[in-house]
């Protein structure tokens, strides 16, 4: 059977990618198999939004949400989604989002599965920042997530400054970053044992990262910066996809290798440090998102798109979990994550040294 016209067919005879053509001469090569795995994903992390919204001491059916959303609410059901809960999935989402694009950029830019900011220690360098307001200033929350963000920019600075030999290169920059993450951690410990007993407790809280008492004023810093970062890192999708062939192969190509890299890698950098500014060291979901996209769309090169919506999926869908799956007791987003992750790293580190790659 001959194929339709602006498709490419696999060697079992499926269509894998459309070419889509506009009057005005833009083109577009679609793969639909990753624009049908980027759908479900929204629709997963829509639908668990909704029963998130409606999740908690008074419960509200996911119709009488969505109603509420549409601005045909009690007056009760409208302050506790429009006011209490919605900003708080919001954050999940933009958070989840920032996260599974950050990882997938320092993942291509690494060519490197355990190249994600967990790995790397940017986490940890947030950590750091937001430490040293609430133990050593007493800062506001505000402050904290200043200090959260200025923590972060300054490993990212660290790793790609000691990284940098005539280039950054993949295995340097994780072997850079578990380096600079073990000192950071260290300073971290450091910095608990100094502290009294309330700002102690208080850093704990903020480290174990969590999504309560998130309201707008954590949604629009967020949502300003993915509005500008998303748009430039698809623009450069291209370039990050030429630079996974090698660093001559793509210069040959016309890439600017390094220009490129220096980008992308601020841009991952920006979204890992706002986002854990906002929710705290949220742990696995930048590592395994990527992963776990780039397996259900088995699409070779970064996979930004599947890998943003499995991020705000992942991390929506485990805070569902963690105030419905135990009961009375409401854990922490970043303990569902963490032990879910953790069980993952394990399985892509035994995975890895069975290839050969470790």
């Known amino acids: 059977m001959p194929k339709a016209p602006g ?16 009057p005005g001469g833009f083109s577009l090569r679609l793969d639909v198999r990753a624009f049908v795995v980027v759908v479900l994903l929204l629709a997963v992390a829509l639908a668990a939004s909704v029963v998130l919204i409606g999740t908690g001491d008074f419960p509200i059916s996911a119709g009488d949400v969505l109603k509420t959303l549409a601005g045909d609410g009690t007056a009760g059901q409208e302050f506790i989604v429009n006011e209490l809960r919605l ?15 950050g990882g997938a950029l320092f993942q291509s830019i690494s060519r490197n599965p355990l190249g994600s900011p967990d790995v790397l220690g940017l986490g940890q360098g947030a950590t750091a920042g937001a430490l040293v307001v609430i133990v ?3 800062g506001s929350a505000a402050q904290v997530t200043v200090g959260a963000l200025v923590g972060g920019l300054v490993t990212g600075l660290a790793i790609y400054l000691l990284s940098w030999k005539q280039g950054v290169h993949g295995y340097r920059l994780v072997l850079v970053g578990i380096g600079v993450s073990a000192v950071v951690t260290a300073v971290n410990g450091y910095l608990l044992t100094k502290s009294d007993i309330v700002d102690a407790a208080r850093a704990v809280v903020w480290m174990t990262g969590s999504l309560d008492g998130r309201d707008w004023e954590q949604v629009w810093p967020l949502l300003a910066l993915c ?45 890992t440090a706002t986002a854990t500014a906002a929710a705290g060291p949220v742990s696995f979901v930048a590592l395994t998102a990527p992963q776990l996209a780039r397996r259900l769309t088995r699409s070779p090169g970064p996979n930004l798109v599947p890998s943003l919506c499995m991020g705000a ?7 569902l979990a963690s105030q419905r799956a135990f009961g009375a007791e409401q854990l922490p ?9 953790g069980v993952y790293l394990l399985w892509l580190l035994v995975t890895e040294r069975r290839a050969g790659r470790i």
Do not use: F, I, Q, Y
């Open 7 to 22: 498709t490419s067919r696999t060697p079992g005879g499926k269509r894998a990618t459309r070419a889509l053509r506009t």
């Open 333 to 341: 987003v970043g303990v569902v994550t963490g032990v879910l992750g």
């Open 136 to 138: 050593l200033m007493s």
């Open 87 to 101: 900003p708080r999935v919001l954050v999940g989402l933009l958070v989840g989002a920032s996260l599974g694009l």
């Open 227 to 271: 509005a500008v970062l998303v748009p430039l890192v698809l623009a450069n999708a291209r370039g990050l996809r030429m630079t996974e062939m090698g660093d001559d192969v793509s210069n040959a190509l016309g890439v600017r290798v390094e220009r490129v890299r220096l980008l992308l890698m601020v841009a991952a950098v920006l979204l």
């Open 313 to 319: 999926a992942l991390l929506v869908t485990a805070d």
